[in-house]
């Protein structure tokens, strides 16, 4: 960060603690009356905690701001279904402005967090000017970022699997891959072109590696006669001996054998140490040549994070008590892939999933509430998920649900409807149902949509609107 502009008054500031000693003279809030809950993300943690509160504080004096650098929530779970052209990109997105009603969406960049004067700095993507934001109560869903372990090779010759850009950006280069193999005759050219390698042996890993086989093998049979299906080669790399270690080891290796039947090659105990455009690099000595290489291989802290003056432990997240607060900050809840969350029944730590950041943004919101009442009792966290669920193939899952394990077509109608339960609008949940309906009936869709323009409007300057600061000081800007 260079210099600060205020976005109240257009004062320019040489460092943030002379920015944040100039907001708090010139421009804090006078009121005590109205307490401020600022919630950071707008991830399934962020989401969950903005519904709750919007639900539980109709009434209650309280001001509630969401912010986040996207406009919408993600339903990643669904994610590797837009890269296999099964589901339309926005019908797995939801606008937050929905899920507002009490509630103010800024869409921007958050910056830094200063605990102590409990202010968060935002910037516009517009004209890059600071903002900053006082809160009562912060609630921090702030997610992860693909982890590379400082790999500068693999960041740049792979493509990550977080984003909707993601998958959009994976299905393109897929479909653009097999144009390409199409078009040669060279054995070689053709193998690395139609070489597809996944590296993570999670849930993101293998339900992106099976949607691509499918979408491959079933694209290639369908349109494209000049491919020899011998060709293709479907990589999954797992550092570990066996994949989805979240699963019993049974139901892992029948897993496994499922994919392997459907094609897909599975690298146990393998990891990827460099990659180049067409390689990647094994620690076992192999160059594999590939055109398309996919990271799911784990996830890290962004800087607002990191550089947050607390505990971090495991991955850099934030170590929190049983009630879900930063330690010694009564006021800051974490919750979601950034909290590092101790499940004192195990004796180890929560997994980073969706289904536990819902679990954990609705206590915060219970928590939220008693505090409001001044209640001194808190709800400690304790949850334990009565299963898990994945999608190994086409019309293939597998399921552990209260220790019971199903693995095929059984498994992969109770994803379905599990996760189409979970999707938050009943207008998405119609759209996902006609995308899966008509699958049953029609091809995938191998449209490449070319390279979209994007027009930047950085450093716009706006000097007809900006109120002076007494009409600043006398309004709470919004
Ligand atoms: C492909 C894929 C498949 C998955 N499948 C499953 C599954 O089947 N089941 C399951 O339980 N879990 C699954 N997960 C994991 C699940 O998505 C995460 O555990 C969950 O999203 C965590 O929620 P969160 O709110 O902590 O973070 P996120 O959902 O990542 O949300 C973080 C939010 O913060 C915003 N943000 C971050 N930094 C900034 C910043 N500086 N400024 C502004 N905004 C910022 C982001 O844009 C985002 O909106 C999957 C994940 C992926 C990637």
């Given at each position: 960060m260079s210099t600060i502009n205020c976005n109240n008054c257009n004062h320019v500031f040489s460092s943030e603690?002379?920015?944040y000693s100039h907001y708090l003279t010139v421009h804090k809030s006078n009121s005590t009356s109205i307490k401020k809950i600022l919630i950071l993300g707008g991830g399934f943690g962020g989401i969950t905690?903005?519904?709750?509160?919007?639900?539980?504080?109709k009434k209650s004096k309280v001001e509630i701001t969401i912010v986040s650098d996207e406009n919408y929530f993600l339903f990643t779970p669904m994610l590797p279904q837009v890269i296999s052209g099964l589901l339309h990109p926005s019908n797995i997105s939801t606008p937050i402005r929905y899920f507002c009603k009490k509630a103010k969406f800024l869409q921007a960049i958050i910056e830094s967090i200063d605990l102590d004067q409990q202010l968060v700095t935002i910037q516009r993507s517009f004209d890059n000017k600071m903002r900053a934001l006082e809160y009562d109560y912060l609630v921090l869903a702030l997610g992860g970022n693909t982890n590379y372990f400082k790999n500068h090779n693999l960041e740049k010759h792979s493509f990550s699997m977080k984003s909707i850009e993601d998958a959009i950006a994976v299905k393109n280069h897929i479909i653009l891959m097999l144009e390409h193999a199409a078009q040669t005759g060279n054995y070689e050219l053709q193998k690395m072109l139609l070489t597809f390698v996944v590296v993570g042996g999670g849930f993101a890993g293998v339900e992106t590696i099976s949607e691509i086989n499918h979408f491959v093998r079933h694209s290639i049979s369908k349109f494209y006669p000049s491919i020899n299906p011998k060709n293709?080669?479907?990589?999954?790399?797992?550092?570990?001996e066996r994949i989805l270690p979240e699963i019993n080891e049974e139901l892992s290796k029948k897993a496994w054998e499922s994919m392997e039947k459907a094609g897909i090659n599975i690298l146990k105990n393998t990891r990827a140490d460099d990659a180049g455009e067409e390689f990647v690099m094994l620690n076992n000595g192999e160059k594999l040549p590939c055109a398309t290489l996919i990271w799911t291989g784990g996830i890290t802290m962004n800087n607002v994070v990191s550089e947050l003056k607390c505990e971090h432990g495991e991955s850099g997240r934030i170590v929190v008590d049983e009630i879900l607060r930063m330690k010694n900050r009564e006021n800051v809840f974490v919750l979601g892939d950034c909290a590092l969350i101790k499940d004192s029944n195990l004796d180890s730590f929560y997994p980073s999933t969706a289904q536990h950041a819902i679990r954990e943004g609705k206590l915060i919101v219970e928590n939220?509430?008693?505090?409001?009442?001044?209640?001194?009792?808190l709800k400690k966290f304790s949850f334990h998920s009565i299963g898990v669920m994945a999608i190994i193939?086409?019309?293939?899952?597998?399921?552990?649900?209260?220790?019971?394990?199903?693995i095929g077509i059984t498994a992969w109608l109770i994803w379905r409807a599990y996760y189409l339960a979970k999707i938050p609008t009943l207008g998405k949940k119609l759209k996902i149902s006609v995308d899966w309906a008509t699958d049953f009936l029609l091809t995938r869709d191998i449209t490449l949509i070319g390279t979209i323009k994007k027009k930047k409007i950085h450093f716009i300057h706006i000097t007809d609107n900006v109120p002076s600061i007494k009409q600043q000081l006398s309004s709470n800007l919004g």
């Open positions: 603690s002379n920015y905690v903005l519904r709750e509160i919007e639900k539980n504080f293709i080669n479907i990589v999954l790399i797992s550092s570990k939220l509430k008693a505090l409001f009442k001044n209640e001194k009792k193939g086409n019309r293939t899952g597998i399921a552990t649900i209260r220790g019971y394990s199903i």
